[in-house]
């Protein structure tokens, strides 16, 4: 019995529909990211664009963290947070947007800012940071919201130095957009300033790629961190697992950063700093999974509570730049399937007791290095006095 045609017509037609539908969901799914960039572009160029309102840094609500020190050798914590806003309707996000402060308080905070804060007295300002949409793209318009960004970072910078004194250890620490803006600081405020290079405990730039030809350069003063007693030094790295081909692309080729003058190219040829956070040096030794000391998973806890670690999640080596890691067999430490995830700090720290241990050994050896100076350095006397006093023999320091 033959088919009725017009059955065969509805079949027909259903079989297309379905045909696009499928088709136009994986083309959804390979171009998501896409897709979700122009529901995140503000629509606006930036030079007309009316940023909001900053911060004043001399009052206690521009900080999401302002701590007191306990005494006068305990290192100042200087931590920049990473991308919590998406973007829409701004470039820069305001700094009452609840849904990124939130973001900041709840997940970088204790994931990201707490392993540094056992190391010293912990400073988080609140800035009016560069949309995820500025990171996703290269525009002329996405660098312009990036510097921008980056010159409230600098601001409170200024004004924790202006809290916490001249003699205090240093730490800086960011993560993703916030290392960026780290980096800006060492260029900025480090480079051309011996006193405070020699207060450095170290710059955590951590998944933020940081050009090679820097430390030729502004950086030749504070070079990579080589070993893991090194102080005065940048350890920075950038991870991703070797199948990650898109994230690599990401770290090795489109991603910008500083120039040594001080402008912003692509990292693409320019070679990147990789120090290996299990082993807390800069090297091409392979760091197995038994090494690794333990990733955390402490989203909503404060940053002063200790989470347990869970170890023995991944191997970790530096190739080319890149931290190579396995994919963590705990859930926990698995990145979630988000739209542009690739540009996103997932919400644990692959690395946190590593870290935590690596800046607690460098604050300590600091802390060791300049009680010595202190103690052999001659008093401070006006140059009237100096040229006044009589000639006095060094004394040897056998007779102390």
């Known amino acids: 019995m033959l088919a009725n045609p017009i059955t065969i017509a509805r079949w027909m037609v259903l079989a297309g529909t379905a045909g696009v539908l499928v088709i136009a969901a994986l083309a959804s799914w390979f171009l998501r990211d896409q897709i979700f960039q122009t529901f995140q572009d503000p629509g606006e160029p930036f030079q007309t664009y009316t940023p909001p309102t900053g911060a004043d840094y001399a009052n206690a609500n521009a900080w999401y963290a302002l701590g007191v020190p306990d005494d006068d050798e305990e290192a100042a914590v200087f931590f920049v947070h990473p991308t919590t806003y998406s973007g829409g309707a701004n470039w820069n996000a305001q700094l009452d947007k609840e849904s990124a402060n939130q973001a900041v308080i709840d997940i970088a905070l204790p994931n ?121 030094c940048v350890h ?21 950063s500083w120039t040594p003058s001080g402008d912003l190219a692509f990292v693409e040829g320019r070679g990147l700093l990789c120090v290996n956070p299990v082993l807390g040096t800069r090297s091409s030794e392979y760091a197995t999974a038994r090494q690794h000391r333990g990733g955390v998973a402490a989203e ?11 170890p023995g999640q991944t191997s970790a ?84």
């Open 112 to 232: 990201y800012a707490a392993p540094f804060a056992r190391s010293g007295t912990l400073y988080v300002p609140r800035y009016r940071q560069a949309s995820l949409y500025a990171f996703m793209n290269n525009r002329e318009d996405s660098v312009q919201a990036r510097l921008f960004a980056y010159d409230d970072v600098e601001q409170a910078f200024d004004a924790f130095l202006l809290r916490v004194g001249d003699d205090r250890p240093i730490l800086l620490a960011g993560v993703g957009q916030g290392g960026f803006h780290v980096l800006g600081l060492l260029l900025n405020r480090f480079a051309d300033a011996p006193a405070l290079r020699a207060r450095l405990v170290a710059a955590y730039v951590i998944d933020t790629p940081v050009p090679l030809d820097l430390f030729a350069g502004p950086l030749a003063t504070i070079p990579p961190c080589e070993t893991a007693e090194d102080v005065r």
């Open 300 to 310: 909503g806890l404060p940053p002063d509570t200790t989470p347990a670690p869970i």
């Open 236 to 256: 920075a790295y950038s991870y991703a697992r070797p199948d990650d081909t898109d994230r690599i692309r990401i770290l090795t080729e489109r991603t910008m």
């Open 317 to 400: 080596q530096c190739a080319d730049g890149i931290l190579f890691v396995d994919e963590p067999r705990h859930r926990d430490l698995q990145r979630p399937h988000r739209l542009a995830e690739d540009f996103r700090e997932p919400p644990f720290n692959l690395f946190y007791e590593d870290l935590r241990l690596d800046a607690a050994r460098r604050a300590f050896a600091l802390t060791s290095i300049l009680q010595e100076e202190r103690r052999w350095a001659p008093p401070l006397e006006t140059l009237e006095e100096v040229e006044d006093a009589p000639v006095v023999p060094i004394p040897d320091r056998r007779e102390f």
